[in-house]
C-alpha cells in the first residue's frame, strides 16, 4: 500500500507545479518523453514523432480502469489523455491549455475510429487504497470463493474503480503534468508508446500522432472501423439484465444497427465472455450522423430522455448476464468491438 501511494505521490507531486523551473514553462512548451517515466524530461523537446519508442507493460495488479485493461488485452490502439478542469494557478502551462489539448483530442479522434481513445479527469483516481484491497491475492481469493461473503452482505462483487476514475494508470505511465497524451500501439507480444506529449501540443501534432498510429499495419486488435459509442444504459429491477442501451453515432453519415450485438468482455483476456450471453440486434435502426438512438428489450422501454425505444434486442437463450464491474461491449457486424461502457 506504502509503496503504491508513494508511485502515485511522486506522479502528482510533478503535476502541481509550484518550483522556480516549472514557473517558467511557458504555455507554448511541448514536452515528447521516449521513456514511461514517473517525471517530465527535457522542456521543450516535443515534436510530432518521439525519438524512439519506448516499451510498456501494464501492470494489472495494482488498480487500473477496467475498460484500459481489456483494450489492452487485446491488443488494441490506444489513445489515452489526462487532462485538468477548472482553474488553477499553479499548474505550469497557465489556464486553458489543457481544454485545446483535450478539445483537438477529441474532435480528431472520430476520424481514427480504430484507435480506442481513453480520457481522464487527473484529479479522479478513485479510492486506490479499496481497489488494492479488493484485488485477489493469493489463497485469501480462494478463501473469499468458499465463504461466498464476509458476514456484511457484500461478496466482493463491486467494481474496484468505476467509470472515469484511472487508479494507478497515470504512475505507470509517467504523467508529470497536463495536458499528457500518448498513443500505445501493440508489438512483439507487448506494447510500445509511439508518441508521448506533455504540455502544451499543437492540432496538427496531434493528428500526426493519430495518423500514425491508426496506420500500424501489424496489430492484431480487435477494434471496429465504425465510430459509434455506447452513450448510456439502464438495467433491469434485478440489476443482471439490461432494459436499454443508448448509442451515439460520431459518424458523418448514417449508421445501421442491424446485426450489432452486445457482450460482455471476460477481463482476463479482453476478448468476449462466450458464457455470458448476448443480445442481438435485429431490427433495422438507422442513427444519423451525429445523433443517438436506443433500443430496448421491449418496445414499451422509454429512456432516460423520456424517448421511447427505436426498436429492441434479443436476448440468447441464457440471458444476458451482467454483474457490477462487467464490460459491456458493442460489437458491429463483423464481430469487431465498436464500444465498451463500465456496468
Known amino acids: 500500500m506504502a ?4 508511485l502515485v505521490g511522486t506522479s502528482f507531486l510533478a503535476g502541481c507545479g509550484g518550483g522556480d523551473e516549472t514557473a517558467e514553462t511557458t504555455a507554448a512548451t511541448t514536452t515528447a518523453t521516449t521513456a514511461a517515466v514517473a517525471a517530465p524530461t527535457t522542456v521543450g523537446a516535443g515534436q510530432a514523432e518521439t525519438v524512439r519508442d519506448a516499451p510498456f507493460e501494464l501492470n494489472t495488479q495494482q488498480p487500473v480502469p477496467p475498460d484500459f485493461a481489456a483494450a489492452y ?4 490502439l490506444i489513445a489515452v489523455q489526462f487532462y485538468k478542469e477548472g482553474q488553477d494557478p499553479f499548474y505550469p502551462q497557465g489556464l486553458g491549455i489543457d481544454e485545446r489539448v483535450n478539445n483537438s483530442v477529441d474532435e480528431l479522434s472520430s476520424n481514427y475510429p480504430t484507435v480506442e481513445l481513453f480520457s481522464y479527469e487527473i484529479t ?7 481497489a488494492v484491497q479488493a484485488q485477489p491475492q493469493g489463497d485469501q481469493t ?17 467494481p474496484p474503480l468505476a467509470a ?10 509517467g504523467v508529470g503534468y497536463t495536458p499528457f497524451l500518448a498513443t500505445l500501439a501493440p508489438q512483439d507480444g507487448g506494447y510500445i508508446i509511439e508518441n508521448l506529449f506533455q504540455g502544451y501540443v499543437p492540432r496538427p501534432v496531434v493528428k500526426q500522432a493519430l495518423f500514425d498510429l491508426s496506420a500500424a499495419g501489424d496489430t492484431q486488435g480487435n477494434t471496429s472501423d465504425v465510430d459509434v459509442v455506447i452513450d448510456s444504459f439502464d438495467l433491469t429491477r434485478d440489476g443482471a439484465g439490461l432494459e436499454y442501451v443508448s448509442i ?3 459518424t458523418n453519415r448514417a449508421v445501421d444497427l442491424q446485426g450489432f450485438t452486445l457482450r460482455v468482455l471476460d477481463l482476463e483476456t479482453g476478448e468476449v465472455d462466450p ?3 448476448e443480445a442481438s440486434i435485429n431490427d433495422n ?42 464490460q459491456l461491449a458493442l460489437l458491429d457486424s463483423g464481430g469487431a468491438i465498436a464500444s465498451t461502457i463500465t456496468i
Not at 509503496?3 to 508513494?6: E, V
Not at 480462494?142 to 463491486?158: I, R
Open 124 to 130: 479522479n483516481p478513485g479510492d486506490i487504497g479499496a
Open 285 to 326: 435502426i438507422s442513427i444519423p450522423a451525429k445523433r443517438s438512438r436506443s433500443v430496448g428489450r421491449d418496445a414499451n422501454v422509454v429512456d432516460s430522455e423520456g424517448n421511447d425505444v427505436e426498436g429492441v434486442f434479443d436476448v440468447s437463450d441464457g440471458g444476458l448476464d451482467l454483474t457490477p464491474g462487467d
Open 73 to 76: 488485452e487485446r491488443n488494441a
Open 248 to 250: 451515439e453515432n460520431n
Open 3 to 6: 509503496a503504491i501511494s508513494l
Open 275 to 277: 458464457g455470458a450471453g
Open 164 to 173: 472515469g476514475e484511472y487508479g494507478t494508470l497515470p504512475a505507470q505511465l
Open 142 to 158: 480462494d478463501q473469499q470463493s468458499t465463504n461466498g461473503d464476509d458476514g456484511d452482505g457484500d461478496t466482493g462483487d463491486s
